[in-house]
Nanobody
Framework: QVQLVESGGGLVQAGGSLRLSCSAS????????MGWYRQAPGKQRELVAV???????NYRDSVKGRFTISRDNAKNTVHLQMNSLKPEDAGVYYC???????????????WGQGTQVTVSS
């Protein structure tokens, strides 16, 4: 079993900052990509940022320059630093890991339970 636990969501005023964290535990051999997605009410889940095992990052255009994704491989943890938050950044944020659970095993996607981010205008 693999479990992803998120933390750090909450209510913030526009222009403020939040830092999300996600930690994985369980039977893990290797973690490849780590990412953050979000879903606003009535909308599809969308990719916010992703970081590879080598540290390469990719962001959706609307968050570039404001959000920073980072990872701590020793702790199986990924962070999302969100600055200059806007009301349109609000939603439920989910972490996503691509994990193989044994040597030579295939990668599978694992999701956190989601953490709410609310941005007041």
């Amino acid at each position: 079993q693999v479990q992803l636990v998120e933390s750090g969501g909450g209510l913030v005023q526009a222009g403020g900052s939040l830092r999300l964290s996600c930690s994985a535990s369980g039977s893990i051999f290797s973690i490849y990509t780590m990412g953050w997605y979000r879903q606003a009410p009535g909308k599809q889940r969308e990719l916010v940022a992703v970081i590879t095992s080598g540290g390469n990052t990719n962001y959706r255009d609307s968050v570039k320059g404001r959000f920073t994704i980072s990872r701590d491989n020793a702790k199986n943890t990924v962070h999302l630093q969100m600055n200059s938050l806007k009301p349109e950044d609000a939603g439920v944020y989910y972490c996503n890991y691509a994990i193989s659970r044994n040597y030579g095993g295939t990668q599978s996607d694992y999701w956190g339970q989601g953490t709410q981010v609310t941005v007041s205008s």
